[in-house]
């Protein structure tokens, strides 16, 4: 059964950091690009950044260019998406998802909150 | 950047009624759009994708239809497990919604 586990979500002030991490099992982690999707509450997903298989190609949204980081260990299964210079327009549930064929979003982790708050 | 529009933003329907809801792309994406359900509190779980092939375990009622820059999603018979927020999605972007209720 395919799992993704997100952790890492909490409450921090204006421009501090926070490191996410989704630990993936019951498929191949290392054959499937990956992704971060944001959703605040009441709103739509809202795509952030992906990562190849492999880890070699990454790309972001325009609003956390220069601020996140996405990376993964494929030997540990897990993806992380670290944060930095966290603004209040941040705050969200993350999640990872997989993707699937056709550039579909097949399987999401159960999200993490994160709330910049000062 | 793909635009993408649904509609409506939200209905009210009764126990067997049939709903259709659009998604319109601001350019020809052929078949690859994909569909969400996501219900209250819940994560969103992939219904449909490339426009019409539903995924293992969903419920046939559910069906998808379009190409090019029309899309539908459409439920034969509402049930009340579908009260949710209904997505459409192409690559890296999200449709703004339709939230689905009974009457």
């Known amino acids: 059964e395919v799992q993704l586990v997100d952790s890492g979500g909490g409450l921090v002030q204006p421009g501090g950091s926070l490191r996410l991490s989704c630990e993936a099992s019951?498929?191949?982690?290392?054959?499937?690009?990956m992704h971060w999707v944001r959703q605040v509450p009441g709103k739509g997903p809202v795509w952030v950044s992906r990562?190849?298989?492999?880890?070699?190609?990454?790309n972001y949204a325009d609003s956390v260019k220069g601020r996140f980081t996405i990376s993964r260990d494929n030997a540990k299964n897990t993806l992380y998406l670290q944060m930095n210079s966290l603004r209040d327009e941040d705050t969200a549930v993350y999640y990872c998802?997989?993707?699937?064929?056709?550039?579909?979003?097949?399987?999401w982790g159960q999200g993490t909150l994160v709330t910049v708050s000062s | 950047d793909i635009q993408m529009t649904q509609s409506p933003s939200s209905l009210s329907a009764s126990v067997g009624d049939r709903v259709t809801i659009t998604c319109r792309t601001s350019q020809d994406i052929n078949i690859y759009l994909a569909w969400y359900q996501q219900k209250p509190g819940k994560v969103p779980k992939l219904l449909i994708s490339?426009?019409?092939t539903l995924q293992s375990g969903v419920p046939s009622r559910f069906s998808g239809s379009g190409s090019g820059t029309n899309f539908t999603l459409t439920i034969t018979s509402l049930q009340p497990e579908d009260v949710a927020t209904y997505y459409c999605?192409?690559?890296?972007?999200f449709g703004p919604g339709t939230k689905v209720d009974i009457k």
């Open positions: 490339a426009a019409s």
């Open positions: 019951g498929f191949t982690f290392s054959s499937y690009w």
């Open positions: 998802a997989r993707e699937g064929a056709g550039y579909t979003f097949d399987y």
């Open positions: 990562i190849k298989y492999d880890g070699t190609y990454t």
């Open positions: 999605q192409k690559s890296i972007t």
